[in-house]
């Protein structure tokens, strides 16, 4: 049986508030710290052309990982706090990994 595929979710979001939203993501990992599931791995990156401009890239296990997580009220709640922080609604894409590779 084929292993389930990675997932990974890109959040588009702008903020000039990135020190209180940083502060709501450490909040969070403590919280889930002791719950199973959730995002493995993390990525944030600023836009250099548009400074209060980030991408988050969240990697899931599977896609079903993903939508568990999803569906979790207190992602939810954390997604509602953040959205609150941004000067644009967020824009998420879903992918599906096809190729990982460590360069270095």
Same mark, same amino acid.
Do not use: W
């Given at each position: 049986m084929e292993a389930p595929m990675k997932f990974a979710q890109i959040i588009d979001f702008e903020? @000039? =508030?990135?020190?209180e939203m940083r502060a709501l993501v450490q909040e /969070?990992?403590? *919280?889930?710290?002791? *719950?199973?599931?959730g995002p493995t791995h993390r990525l944030v990156l600023q836009d250099r052309n548009q400074p209060g *401009? #980030?991408?988050v890239v969240l990697e899931?296990?599977? #896609?079903? @990982?993903a939508m568990r997580n999803n569906s979790?009220? @207190?992602?939810? =709640? !954390? /997604? @509602?706090? !953040? /959205?609150a922080l941004c000067s644009r609604p967020p824009s998420f894409t879903d992918c599906d990994v096809r190729e990982m590779t460590e360069l270095k």
């Amino acid at each position: 049986m084929e292993a389930p595929m990675k997932f990974a979710q890109i959040i588009d979001f702008e903020t @000039e =508030r990135i020190e209180e939203m940083r502060a709501l993501v450490q909040e /969070a990992d403590k *919280r889930a710290s002791s *719950r199973s599931g959730g995002p493995t791995h993390r990525l944030v990156l600023q836009d250099r052309n548009q400074p209060g *401009r #980030y991408l988050v890239v969240l990697e899931f296990d599977s #896609y079903d @990982e993903a939508m568990r997580n999803n569906s979790d009220p @207190e992602t939810s =709640r !954390m /997604a @509602e706090q !953040m /959205a609150a922080l941004c000067s644009r609604p967020p824009s998420f894409t879903d992918c599906d990994v096809r190729e990982m590779t460590e360069l270095k």
